[in-house]
């Protein structure tokens, strides 16, 4: 029967989700500390990274122990060693956010996010302690001008909400643009990261800023200072992707200056 190694503890869901779906699979999940020891005592046919890095050291492990498959549950593959994969011959998955529900719930996470710093619920919460209506005000999300730096299928569920509630969005895609995404937004063009000024040009004005594109070394840092401040002065900047995608020192200097209204982030550095 096949046999999928879970790499870590995080994200405990993924294991038992699968193990409800497929109760006949034989399920493992170890530490990064035990993974080579599980491939050596088990004959394991796909390797399940969660957040562990796959460095080549552990990918030639596993392609040694017969590992056929690295297979992410989910998106995110930054953390497997593509090359070392590849030369290895041990083939490398993952599921594409807009082909599984995550893209629905991470879009409604980042408008959950955003309307908690336009909102300031912790501020809302202290008035209301002190018997103290109508502060803060907080703002609306309808009218705004957003900018969303991704358009795969998390890119897009966040534009569709993001219009549906009344703001003006366009959106920056590293890569072509299908006739059918360009649709979906006004005045999106086509775009690459080497074009950074382009990304710029597109953040000038805006009031709300959204990360949602694969980290890589082309989208390493880049949100920086240079786009932080083509914002409006407290714009809104929410990232659900990679932390690495927004250069952290810059974002904490302009947050300290007050240069932006607030950020959100379900990410780490």
Known sequence: RLTILFCGRDFPLS?????????????????????????????????????????????????????????????????????????????????????????????????????????????????????????????????????????????????????????DVVAFRCGDWPAGDRAMVSGAGSFTVSGQAGLVEMARDRDILIVCCPLSANTLNLVDRSVLLALNPGAFVVNVARGGIVNRKELLELVRAKRLGGIGLDVFW
């Open 15 to 167: 294991l038992h989700a699968t193990r409800s779906r497929r109760p006949t699979w034989n399920l493992l999940a170890s530490d990064r500390a035990g993974l080579e020891e599980e491939m050596a005592s088990h004959a394991v046919d796909v390797v399940v990274p969660l957040m562990t890095r796959i460095d080549a050291s552990l990918v030639a492990t596993a392609s040694r122990s017969g590992v056929k498959l690295i297979h992410q549950f989910g998106a995110g593959l930054e953390g497997v060693d593509k090359d070392a994969a590849e030369r290895h011959g041990v083939a490398v998955r993952n599921i594409p956010a807009g082909e599984s529900a995550n893209a629905i719930s991470s879009a409604e996470h980042a408008i959950y996010l955003l309307m908690s710093i336009m909102r300031n619920p912790r501020a809302m919460r202290a008035s209301l302690e002190e018997r103290l209506l109508g502060l803060p005000a907080g703002t609306t999300i309808h009218s705004k001008r957003a900018l969303v730096v991704g358009f795969g299928g998390l890119g897009q569920e966040i534009t569709r909400r993001l219009t549906c509630l009344g703001a």
